[in-house]
């Protein structure tokens, strides 16, 4: 039988830390650090050694790896083989810091606050900084509540996530052996309401092309030579609307779902995505607006230009361009993306029009909603919260979480302690400060879970 008044103990416990000066304090730390992953590499290697020693306080052994130029550090604490072994991820690298743009003269590398709306500001606080911090304060509870976890840990953490992520999956090929683990937990990305617990299954993967047409050197009036000479702008245009329906529903073959799964509609029932912020007439007819953004695939175009849009001249462009981006769940055929978007061109006359795929690729991958280790995790997140969380197939945006199932082989469950509105890619980003509290007992809840079920309910065997 599962012990309750120790369980209830950790939690409790995970919750106060949380509310602690001393973790406001801790997450300040983290932020200070300048971990732009765009920029030097020096303060990636500063943030990961600071690190190591918080894991390291809590009885965990740690090694730094490097891999195409970035520094990993792996934290270690093994108890007993015959437990359920996870794997944590998280990393320390962030946008850049905008500085400057942040409203009220934020400091992006100073935790700050506005105590009008309980929110605390800081470059990585979302992403993905804190929610590291969470899910180590709650391991940290569940030390203190019970005196071990009940389950060994590895946790990975990189530092060049936003520039896609070069050398995770050479590391992971590499500590394979290692990482004989059971499943991934981590956390990054948003919960689907600031509220609402939420558990996502994996993540759509991106694509993205550079559409080019280059008709001749140099504009053309267009007065004398208008009507009667192509303009790539036009065709450009008319190429990009061919792409999906005239209410948004992609059209190119080869880049469609055949269908939603039933266990994936199932989870998704009554769900109100994207902080409500949908267009209900927009996208795939007949999928709601949750299965739209997490059960199927969308292409947007992200840019387009032609001519000058501040200057315009009386000219016909020589040239048009855009960048339109795929972004699609598992179970289509991702090694022909370019090749069915050059074949829907062709097939509606555009031929003259140059595609080149611009990396950095992420793949889709995503575990299955019915695995007993999804199902477990959402069973424990409802038992601290009171209600059934939210469960997604797959995050609408991306994450390298098809190294953790391809490379490593593993069921991959994230819970997500951020929100849609926290801003993580721009000026003032935030969490309000009382999802802290909230997340990190909802993960000492799940870790002592973890250090009470057997490897075989876990996976189902
Ligand atoms: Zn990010």
Redesign the pocket.
Known sequence: MLDTTSRDTAVTLARAIAEDDAFRAALADLIAFPTDASREVAPLHAYLAHVAQGFAAMGFETQGYTSEGRPFLLASRIEDDARPTVLGYAHGD??PGMEGQWADGRDPWALSEDTGTGRWYGRGIA??KGQMLVNMTAMQAVLTARGSLGFNAHVLIEMG??IGSPGLRKVCDRLKERLKVDLLIAS?GPRIDAETPTIFLGARGGATFRLTLHRREGGRHSGNFGGALKNPALELAHALASMTSAKGALQVAGWVPDGVPDAARTALAGLTPAGGEVDADWGAEGLTPAERIHAWNSAEILAFSAGNIAHPVNAIPDRAEAVVQLRYVPGIDDTQLTEALRAHLDQHGFADIAIEEQGPRFRASATRVDHPAAQFAAQSLARTAGDDPVLLPSLGGSLPNDIFTEVLGVPTIWVPHSYPGCS??APNEHLPRALFADATGLMAGLYWDLGSVSKDALLGV
């Open positions: 962030t946008v992403d993905n996530e936003e990054d993580q890619h």
